[in-house]
């Protein structure tokens, strides 16, 4: 069936460096997508979205492309942060479908 | 309020058991979703409301699970003869309407319920 899918599922980096996380989705009636960012024993906190008519959305310290030749979506954190360390999640949505679709989920951890 | 919330934040309950969990989504927000996290997994979907139309249940593992969406607002997801691969997050979400690509889209999601089936 159709999936959304993440590259690694850890990522580590320094304070201070960029970050970036990376989604590959396999149904290409997705024409939403969206970035969600989950602290332990919180619910997904919305980050930043985009629609298959862009390929690029800037938000505060963060960017997200979206590649639709190869159906790929990455998250770009800038300068990240030690409150940046959490999961990750990539979702989309596309059709008739209104609900969202989610990857499994990139763990993120920022060393001091 | 000024975000979704739900109760209770935790449920222990026996194999065997039934359990409710409420979900108050974020005021004038038409559609409602429900979302279910197994350990270190991304969410599965279960049930979606939007307004006074049916729900789409598609998402629901079993017919154990049902959902109810009152007034437009709270909703209720039950959990009938609980079994121990029902333990998850149990997350809600809700939207100002829910035609993907249109503005208003965003899902919002509350602290989720943490359940634990003996």
């Known amino acids: 069936g159709e999936s959304v899918g993440l590259h690694l599922p850890t990522l580590s980096v320094q304070e201070g460096d960029n970050s970036i996380i990376n989604c590959a989705y396999s149904n290409s009636a997705s024409d939403y997508f969206i970035w969600y960012k989950q602290e332990s024993g919180k619910g997904p906190q919305f980050i930043i979205d985009i629609r298959s008519n862009m390929d690029k959305r800037q938000g505060q310290r963060v960017t997200v492309l979206l590649n639709k030749t190869v159906k790929h979506l990455s998250l770009q954190i800038a300068a990240t942060q030690p409150g940046d360390s959490a999961v990750y999640f990539c979702?989309?949505?596309?059709?008739?479908?209104?609900?969202?679709?989610f990857g499994s989920g990139t763990q993120l951890t920022v060393l001091p | 309020g000024a975000g979704v919330s739900q109760s209770p934040s935790n449920k222990v309950t026996e194999k065997g058991k039934d359990v409710e969990l409420r979900c108050d989504p974020i005021?004038?927000?038409?559609?409602l979703y429900w979302y279910r996290q197994s350990l270190g997994q991304g969410l599965e979907f279960l049930i979606y409301?939007?307004?006074?139309?049916?729900?789409?249940k598609s998402g629901l593992p079993s017919d154990r699970f049902s959902a109810e969406r009152t007034g437009g607002s709270v909703s209720t997801l039950t959990i009938q003869r609980t079994q121990q691969e029902d333990s998850a997050v149990y997350l809600c979400a809700s939207s100002f309407r829910a035609r993907p690509g249109a503005s208003g889209e965003t899902q919002y999601f509350g602290p989720g319920t943490r359940l634990l089936v003996l």
């Open positions: 409301f939007q307004g006074n139309s049916a729900p789409d």
């Open positions: 005021s004038g927000h038409t559609a």
């Open positions: 979702a989309e949505s596309g059709g008739s479908a209104r609900q969202l679709t």
